[in-house]
Structures are given as C-alpha cells and as structure tokens.
C-alpha cells in the first residue's frame, strides 16, 4: 500500500504545544519535497510548512513562522511538525503531503488529523 498517514492531532490550550507526524509507506519519503497544510471550517486549504528534497530549506507561513518546526526522519520515512505556542486560530485538520516535484502539485495527500486550540 502506498500512503501517508498522519497522525499527533488533538485538544489543547492556547499556549501548549502539538507534534505531528506523517509516515509515508510504499514510498520513499526521503526522495520528495514534504510540506504540511492546514484547513479551517469555512476557509480554503492554505500552505503551513514546507521542507525541500535537496538541500533541506525550509518555509514557513507568516502565522507560523518562529512557532512551528517542519523536519523528517529518513530512516522512519517520516516528516513532522512540531507546533509550539499555539493559538485558536491554529485550529484546523491538518494534512501533510509530498511531491517528486514539489508540494504544490503533490504525489501524495495524507488523510488529515484535527488539532483544535481552546482558549
């Protein structure tokens, strides 16, 4: 099978903080750019993070910039998404993705978690 399978979503405070993980199978992941989205209710799907298959740059959306930490462990063929200080606004399923040729038209969506931020 091949998949991405996110998980690590869930229920905080404002303030607290989120791991998220997505396990690639049936693929190396390590070979793709990966990059982590998010949608809100009533709003389109927008970019959060971003991490290239070359040399490693990373990016980050201006809400997120100095709060969240994308990053990838080849040997688990996993990515992450370490979100600290989060904020209400921050609630949203997230999905994670990887692409050949990079995030934006990718080969493979994940399923999506829902993290959800209280006041």
């Known amino acids: 099978d091949v998949q991405l399978q996110a998980s690590g979503g869930g229920l905080v405070q404002a303030g607290e903080s989120l791991r998220l993980s997505c396990a690639a199978s049936g693929f190396t992941l390590g070979d793709r750019a990966v990059g982590w989205f998010r949608q809100a209710p009533r709003k389109e799907r927008e970019g959060v993070s971003i991490?290239?298959?070359?040399?490693?740059?990373?990016y980050y959306a201006d809400s997120v910039t100095g709060r969240f930490t994308i990053s990838r462990d080849n040997a688990k063929n996993t990515v992450y998404l370490q979100m600290n200080g989060l904020k209400p606004e921050d609630t949203a399923v997230y999905y994670c993705?990887?692409?050949?040729?990079?995030?934006?038209?990718?080969?493979?969506w994940g399923q999506g978690t829902q993290v959800t931020v209280g006041t």
């Open positions: 993705a990887a692409g050949l040729n990079g995030v934006l038209v990718p080969d493979y």
């Open positions: 991490l290239t298959e070359n040399d490693g740059r990373t």
